[in-house]
């Protein structure tokens, strides 16, 4: 059947498939632009921050300050799922989305002037941080609006895996641009880089989101959540709804992402302090071979979304658990050769295991609440995986280095995280090529293929 819009004649299939292609569009290059910003501040928080805005510290304090404030944007982050959340279950995922853009980029533009220690002391670091707040609450807002955005035009159920895997694709086609943009700012100012090259990269993502914000402004809305529009059925408090109605699967989506989401930032934050400090490795060795990395995910992360539709999403899912799990050990072993070539081959490879997760991730979560609750419910899922996996990732990295000598312990905290969402994803429901246009709690809404989720 066409897609509707709510007060307008059915789309045609074509028009239909036209606002799909659109739909995914935006939202890839959205959360592209989101995670550009979210993870410059990631990149420059391992090379810079710790010597400019903590200098009197000594150099293992200076850096676990530094990601302090790192991690700030991680606490952030199911503030804005809540906020958001609620406001892309009452008034659309399409307005909600603009803002979250425009929260994110303006601060991430405002850290380009942010004075050092050497010029207002402490207050520099402050400044940090609650732009960095702000970052994390535009972060928390976006992914759900960006993958629902995506899966909600979906025309059929059988590759929505696929279609849901694109707004992911933002996540290392930001990684890479930030790695990029660092990259050719470090050569192009040098010596002088510390002094005023870092800020270049964040005077730069104006121009995406002016780009972005065009993009967002000429897509409709879902035809699902139009369809609830249209039928009355918007909450008044989804945020709250849905966790009196699916507090279980909130905190299992949450404790899944621990495999994919710990490693994902000690791969791409902390191994720039552990690279440079620790290894001896240069600071564009380290950017190269990431930049790589993010690049083999562009291929990925689509590709085990489009697997996850083929064999199950959390049979897929699990699959990349297992994987994480493993591969810790294998990367701490590489990297501790100090050789050059080891090194750039276990920082490639390093995403790999979590493309494998992260591929299916969005639809799996996203498809666990029921359409009218489903932005809340799948972003304080996703979101709430932000305080205990990704934001705390680096700083108990860096303390078991510091404690321990030795990153086979890091590989080892890899490996509970693996073991934490092997647990967590063999608890969720799996509605892979299931109807999740009706609301799960009305009569047969998901039909002979399973049953709904415990909404009543």
Request: hydrophobic share 50%; net charge neutral; aromatic share 14%.
């Amino acid at each position: 059947m066409a897609a509707t819009q709510s007060g307008a004649m059915p789309l045609s299939e074509a028009e239909a498939k036209i606002q799909l292609r659109r739909a995914v569009i935006a939202s890839t290059i959205g959360t592209t632009i989101e995670w550009y910003d979210f993870f410059l501040y990631s990149t420059v928080t391992g090379l810079v921050f710790a010597k400019l805005y903590f200098p009197q510290s000594d150099p293992l304090v200076g850096t676990l300050q530094a990601f302090l404030i790192y991690a700030v944007g991680f606490l952030a982050r199911p503030v804005g799922a809540a906020i958001f959340g609620h406001y892309g279950d009452r008034i659309g995922r399409k307005a909600t989305l603009i803002v979250t853009l425009l929260l994110m980029g303006l601060a991430t533009f405002a850290v380009a002037f942010v004075p050092t220690y050497a010029s207002i002391g402490v207050w520099g670091a402050i400044i940090l941080t609650v732009l960095r707040f702000i970052q994390g609450v535009g972060v928390g807002g976006e992914w759900g609006g960006s993958v629902l955005m995506s899966m909600e035009w979906a025309r059929t159920d059988s590759h929505r895996g696929f279609v849901a895997s694109w707004p992911q694709f933002g996540v290392p086609a930001g990684l890479f641009l930030a790695n990029l943009v660092v990259l050719a700012t470090s050569e192009v100012s040098g010596s002088s880089f510390l002094t005023w090259g870092w800020r270049i990269p964040f005077v730069v993502s104006i121009v995406l989101v002016a780009i972005g914000l065009y993009i967002r402004l000429h897509i409709l809305e879902t035809p699902i959540f139009a369809k609830l529009l249209a039928e009355q059925k918007i909450e008044k408090t989804p945020t709250l709804e849905v966790i009196r109605r699916q507090p279980k699967d909130i905190l299992l989506s949450a404790f899944a992402r621990m495999a994919e989401q710990a490693p994902f930032y000690i791969y791409t934050a902390f191994v720039f302090t552990y690279g440079v400090t620790t290894l001896g490795a240069s600071r564009d060795l380290l950017l190269t071979a990431v930049l790589v990395a993010s690049l083999i995910e562009f291929v990925t992360i689509p590709f085990f979304g489009h697997l996850s539709d083929v064999i199950g999403r959390r049979k897929m899912y699990i699959i990349g658990s297992v994987c994480v799990g493993l591969f810790g050990f294998i990367y701490f072993g590489l990297l501790d050769t100090r050789n050059p070539v080891w090194i750039f081959i276990a920082i490639v490879l390093s995403l790999v295991p979590h493309a494998m997760m992260y591929g299916p991730q969005a639809a799996f979560i996203a498809e666990s609440f029921t359409g009218r609750l489903r932005y809340s419910g799948a972003s304080l899922g996703y979101q709430l995986a932000s305080i205990i996996a990704g934001g705390p990732a680096p700083l108990i990295a860096t303390a078991l280095f510091a404690y321990y000598h030795s990153g086979y312990a890091i590989a080892l905290y890899v490996f509970v995280c693996a073991v934490i969402s092997v647990v967590a994803a063999s608890m969720l429901g799996d509605y892979t090529n299931k109807d999740i246009s009706r609301e799960y709690d009305e009569a047969h809404a998901i039909g002979d293929h399973g049953h709904a989720p415990p909404v009543r």
